[in-house]
C-alpha cells in the first residue's frame, strides 16, 4: 500500500496545482488504533480557486476518486477540514452509509489531530500526525 500512495502523492502536485495553491502532505502516526479507518498517508488539496480535496487510500477504496471536503476554519493558525466517505463496508460486512472526517492541522508546527467515525456513531476515532505544507 505504501508504494500505491507514494506513487499517487508524487502524482497529485501535477495535477492538483496545475493552478496556484497549496496541499498538506500528511503522515499519520500510530493508526494501528484506528482500527483501518485512518490512512498512514492524506493528501489535503486546497487550489487557489477554492475548494478542499481530500486522496488517502480510503477515499480511493470507497470512492475510487478524491473526495470534496469542507474548510471550516482557515486563518493564520490554524486549517480545520471535513469530509465524508459515503457507504462504506468494514472488513466484518458492517456497513456506514456516512463516515465522518474531520481534520485539525496547526499551521505553525505542521501537527495534526483527525477524528473519524460513522455519523451514528458517538465516539469516535482519533489520530495524530505531521502534516508538510507544499506549493510544488
Known amino acids: 500500500m505504501r508504494n500505491f500512495l507514494t506513487a499517487l502523492m508524487l502524482g497529485l502536485p501535477s495535477l492538483a496545482l496545475s493552478a496556484p495553491g497549496y496541499l498538506y502532505e500528511c503522515d499519520m502516526h500510530d493508526i494501528e488504533r484506528a482500527r483501518g479507518w485512518v490512512s498512514p498517508k492524506i493528501a489535503i488539496i486546497l487550489p487557489a480557486t477554492g475548494g478542499v480535496t481530500i486522496v488517502d487510500a480510503l477515499t480511493m477504496t470507497f ?56 455519523r451514528t456513531f458517538d465516539a469516535g476515532l482519533r489520530g495524530v500526525g505531521t502534516c508538510i505544507k507544499r506549493s510544488q
Open 63 to 118: 470512492a475510487s476518486e478524491p473526495v470534496q471536503g469542507t474548510v471550516l476554519r482557515d486563518n493564520d493558525r490554524r486549517l480545520i477540514v471535513k469530509w465524508t466517505l459515503r457507504n462504506v463496508r468494514a472488513d466484518s460486512g458492517r456497513s456506514f452509509a456516512n463516515f465522518d472526517y474531520r481534520v485539525s492541522i496547526a499551521k505553525s508546527s505542521g501537527q495534526m489531530e483527525l477524528t473519524a467515525g460513522p
